[in-house]
């Protein structure tokens, strides 16, 4: 019954794709269409699935014209059912497309009157079996050929039907001319057998050579035209319209095109132009946004106004033109740009050329000075185009220190390439899945775009280049993943799955592990609140609710060993868990990590940690050290510039500032913006001699020790005596020392089988020992 009414819905669909395409000429969900095909039985819904195939192949055709996937699927269709009519006259219609090698056999070895009688006897032979070969096929092309041009008339396609027509023609020319010369080499080879050999059985069959050849070359036309008419060159404005996104960036170069089209035209008509426009261009986006492509398009633009002579771009990057000794650089620059003479020099990441703090030996200001001397000079002014590109802060502030390179680049010449959102990138993933010859389920753009959401982290993130190693690895998993029961649409369908990261699983979950921490009851109860808060909001905010602003920077006080980084860890966990945070690792640091010896370091320095702890938490152990009483101190400068990020970044970082109560309320009282950010306090506490003695013994069962009862007993004892620094690290710590002790004492025995069969245990005297050594320091 249920398999039944699954069959209504899916005839219910075909009925209703049939009318979207009538209609609208293609099917809009076309991977919805795909998956229903993919759930039938070929071998009992094999009608079903011909239709459902003949349908998307004719989607395919009439969005991209004919390509191998339509192709693939309308053979499929085919197979399935031979009575599908539909599906063969669309096979017919692209049939002789594939012809074009249909006279590939027809290459026949050099005839010369001059060979001695054994080369020429070897040539007969040769001519004899390629002559026959085409024969025996030849039949069977032409009545193909006859079954595509009346499918063209059953279609009443005028054009193809005369293309049909005039291949027959061709191949009927051929054929006969092959069996001409084929009837003239037997008389070749029998004249050079026999005792008399003539010279006119080799004129004949030069003759039906050459008559070939001609027929061959016309044959070859017919495809030439096709491929001219569907592969004709793209105006370059039609292909920049033709990428997604950039709206911006195809108007900035749309109204350059129309100047350079308007300044050409004032030419013509006579007109003077003193001042050239500048055709250096400085190009600035994070990585896959396009910057190589715009270059290469520009170069088109230049070119195609009669600009430029040249379309070409050479592609050039600081290990290019930098040498390494004095006289290199210059002699470098100088070859890249006689390269690129008449055309474009693209130099990516061109803010390398010129490192901040570099030393004497770098000769990357040399680079600049001599391109800018090479741009302005008479040799090579005014006969290349240079565009810079790299990211947009390092490329102003690059600019910014060299004037003579910033004044040959006009304000005006800047285009600011934007990142791409998630619908852009996944239109973009699409393409690449339809070049690919796939098509991606509505499940798979949803769960690429997770995958999207959680690689866009910083100003790292690839953007289209991202999304094109996402795919590529999709395709790589349905390849490496896929059953040898091969279903069509397994080689061309991306699902869900496809796009599913593979996690390595964890031995317990950061849940399990809070609760697992010995004591700290109010922390846990404290970190569990906040989370449970954290996904209440984003509920609410999936339901189109309010949302309360989420404050997640805290600030963890507390003596040492108390569990600060180790709940630090586990809180970055839980914020990946529930998608607060992509990558949910913890970054450590403390004051050495930020602060720099001179001025403008400090702030590079900090900015370098804070983007590495993006998408997670970093962490920053006794923060208050980050302020200090000595004069001409940089710490003030990494607490501006962590405000500063902070602000930048949201909720892309969480911080957590560590360290005692008191001087942790001093360092936050230093900055009000500092202040303002944390509201979260975390009070660690030092753990009770009891919570000691658990740790340890939890600490030592990881490792697979056990305590005796004599050890036990010794500890409660010992550790109500002591002064303990470091609380949970003292425990664990007098545990590491407690198992050196007994590996000696074990191997000092005599007895084999005893060590062996207290391996495991350890002792009072061990645990003696061990508080002995760590009183003295040793």
Not at 274 to 299: F, H, Q, W
Not at 592 to 615: C, H, N, P, S, W
Not at 692 to 721: E, P, R
Request: charged share 30%; with cysteine.
């Amino acid at each position: 019954m249920e398999k039944k009414r699954q069959q209504q819905s899916i005839i219910e669909k075909w009925q209703r794709w049939e009318q979207e395409l009538n209609q609208n000429k293609y099917i809009k969900n076309e991977a919805e269409l795909l998956s229903v095909i993919k759930s039938l039985d070929e071998n009992v819904d094999h009608q079903l699935a011909s239709e459902l195939l003949t349908i998307a192949s004719l989607s395919r055709i009439n969005q991209l014209k004919q390509d191998s996937l339509s192709s693939a699927w309308l053979k499929k269709a085919y197979q399935l059912n031979a009575n599908n009519e539909r599906a063969a006259e669309l096979l017919g219609q692209f049939e002789w497309k594939k012809k074009e090698e249909a006279l590939s056999a027809l290459v026949f070895p050099p005839l010369r009157e001059t060979d001695n009688r054994q080369a020429k006897k070897k040539t007969s032979e040769q001519f004899l079996n390629i002559c026959q070969q085409f024969l025996d096929h030849a039949d069977a092309e032409r009545d193909q050929l006859q079954r595509g041009k009346e499918n063209a008339q059953k279609r009443k396609d005028l054009g193809l039907q005369q293309t049909h027509e005039k291949m027959i023609l061709l191949l009927e020319e051929i054929i006969e001319e092959t069996a001409l010369l084929l009837k003239a080499s037997e008389e070749y080879d029998q004249s050079i057998a026999g005792v008399f050999y003539t010279s006119t059985y080799y004129s004949d069959m030069k003759k039906h050579l050459d008559r070939i050849e001609g027929l061959k070359k016309e044959w070859a036309e017919v495809f030439v035209d096709e491929k001219e008419e569907t592969e004709s060159e793209t105006n370059p404005l039609e292909e920049l319209e033709g990428m997604i996104g950039l709206d911006h960036v195809k108007k900035r170069v749309n109204d350059y095109y129309r100047f350079l089209t308007y300044q050409k035209e004032r030419k013509i008509l006579g007109f003077q132009v003193k001042d050239e426009m500048s055709l250096n261009m400085v190009l600035t986006g994070n990585p896959g946004t396009g910057k190589t492509t715009i270059a290469r398009l520009l170069a088109k633009i230049f070119h195609e106004l009669g600009v430029l002579p040249r379309e070409e771009v050479v592609e050039a990057d600081r290990s290019q033109l930098v040498g390494s000794f004095v006289g290199q650089t210059e002699e470098n620059v100088r070859t890249m740009v006689e390269k690129a003479r008449g055309g474009v020099l693209f130099i990516d990441e061109a803010y390398s050329l010129k490192r901040d703090g570099q030393s004497g030996n770098d000769f990357g200001q040399t680079a600049i000075d001599t391109l800018v001397s090479l741009m302005t000079g008479p040799e090579y002014g005014g006969k290349f185009a240079v565009i810079l590109a790299g990211y947009p802060d390092e490329m102003r502030q690059f600019l910014d220190a060299n004037p003579g390179l910033r004044s040959r680049f006009p304000q005006s010449n800047h285009i600011q390439l934007p990142d791409y959102s998630n619908v852009e990138l996944i239109g973009i993933a699409e393409k690449l899945a339809i070049e690919n010859d796939y098509v991606m389920t509505d499940d798979a753009k949803l769960e690429l775009e997770k995958r999207i959401e959680k690689e866009r982290v910083d100003d790292t993130f690839g953007n289209a280049r991202t999304v094109q190693d996402l795919v590529l690895a999709a395709i790589f998993k349905k390849g490496s993943q896929s059953s040898m029961d091969k279903h069509i649409l397994t080689y061309t369908l991306l699902e869900k799955e496809d796009f599913e990261e593979i996690e390595s699983e964890k031995e317990m979950n950061p849940r399990e592990q809070l609760d697992q921490l010995i004591g700290l009851e109010l922390i846990k109860n404290e970190v569990k609140i906040l989370i449970s808060f954290v996904k209440m909001q984003k509920i609410r905010r999936e339901k189109g609710l309010p949302v309360v602003p989420i404050q997640l920077h805290s600030v963890f006080t507390g003596n040492p060993g108390t569990g600060k980084t180790t709940v630090a860890k586990i809180f970055a966990e839980l914020l990946k868990e529930c998608g607060v945070l992509k990558r949910g690792h913890l970054v450590v640091t403390s004051r050495a990590d930020f602060v720099a010896g001179y001025v403008g370091q400090t702030a590079i320095k900090t900015k370098k940690m804070i983007r590495e702890a993006l998408g997670g938490v970093l962490f920053i152990d006794e923060a208050y050290s980050l302020l200090s009483a000595s004069q001409g101190d940089f710490g003030k400068e990494v607490v501006n510039t962590l405000v500063d990020e902070m602000t930048k970044h949201n909720e892309n970082l969480v911080v957590i500032l560590a360290g005692y109560p008191k001087e942790m309320d001093e360092l936050l009282k230093s900055n009000p913006g500092l202040k303002s950010r944390f509201k979260k306090f975390f009070q660690f506490n030092d753990y009770s001699n009891e919570e000691l003695l658990q740790i340890i013994i939890n600490y030592a069962s990881h490792y697979q020790y056990h305590l005796t009862s004599d050890a036990l007993t010794y500890l409660k004892d010992v550790l109500g005596k002591i002064t303990i620094n470091g609380n949970g690290r003292f425990a664990t710590n007098v545990t590491d020392e407690a198992i050196q002790t007994q590996a000696l004492r074990l191997m000092t025995e005599d007895k084999v089988n005893n060590r062996l069969e207290k391996v495991d245990h350890l002792e009072k005297a061990d645990f003696e020992t061990a508080i002995f050594r760590m009183r003295k320091g040793e």
